[in-house]
């Protein structure tokens, strides 16, 4: 088999140990796997950013911008956004290679336990692509994540107009018109799911329709710190 990455074979050496218990079938090579850092030290308890402080100067921001109360609960992120990774990304999500998502499985499923076990009657929503990027990229990333998670999903959010986020300022982008619209009210808590975490202003944008419309919590699960 060949790396879904780099396209090099995948050697497995034989010793004693893979002899007697074979090891499941490697999707990436050893070079590969090794670039893609988990995010580890202390960070952020509220966005999962590498800091010192128990929450960001960002977080805090966000706190007063919605009078004392943020509308997300906290956000919980995998990987570093190193340029291994962007790569990687951009290769999945760009270039369409639905497959090389695949080796993001286990590691997202394993996260989401230790990360939101303890939350009851969660239900999962992947942010939604406005159907000009669904049209050109074949797939939404976040659904395939969600995909990969066993928890009940639903796809109650739908974008208003198409993302042109990332040509606004910061300023721009706090204070412009929520991109999305909930089809449908729920109680339940939700955690949202996404590939990256960037500025926060998209997940916090979902999370506040849905705190609006009666949800209890809402917490983000990404892939990616940005
Ligand atoms: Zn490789
Ligand atoms: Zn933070």
Not at 32 to 61: A, P
Not at 92 to 119: C, H, N
């Amino acid at each position: 088999m060949n790396c879904l990455c780099c396209h090099e074979e995948i050697i497995i050496e034989l010793d004693w140990a893979n002899f007697l218990f074979p090891p499941k079938s490697s999707k990436l090579c050893d070079n590969c796997k090794r670039q893609m850092t988990l995010l580890h030290g202390n960070r952020c308890n509220r966005c999962s950013r590498v800091t010192e402080d128990k929450i960001c100067d960002d977080c805090l921001r966000w706190q007063r911008y919605y009078d004392g109360v943020d509308v997300l609960e906290y956000n919980y992120s995998v990987y570093t956004y190193s340029s291994f990774m962007q790569d990687l990304i951009a290769k999945w999500k760009y270039r369409g290679d639905y497959e090389l998502g695949t080796v993001f499985e286990d590691s997202y499923s394993t996260f989401f336990q230790k990360a939101f076990a303890s939350i009851k009657d969660a239900v999962i929503i992947p942010i939604p692509l406005s159907m000009e990027r669904l049209h050109e990229r074949c797939f939404n990333q976040a659904e395939m994540l969600a995909s990969f998670l066993s928890l009940k999903k639903m796809n109650i959010l739908s974008r208003t107009h198409g993302e042109k986020q990332s040509k606004k300022s910061r300023n721009e982008r706090i204070y412009s018109e929520n991109p999305f619209i909930l089809q449908e009210k729920l109680n339940n808590p939700v955690i949202l799911v996404d590939d990256i975490y960037t500025t926060g202003t998209t997940l916090r944008h979902a999370a506040k329709l849905l705190k609006d419309a009666g949800c209890p919590e809402v917490y983000s699960y990404t892939l990616i710190r940005g």
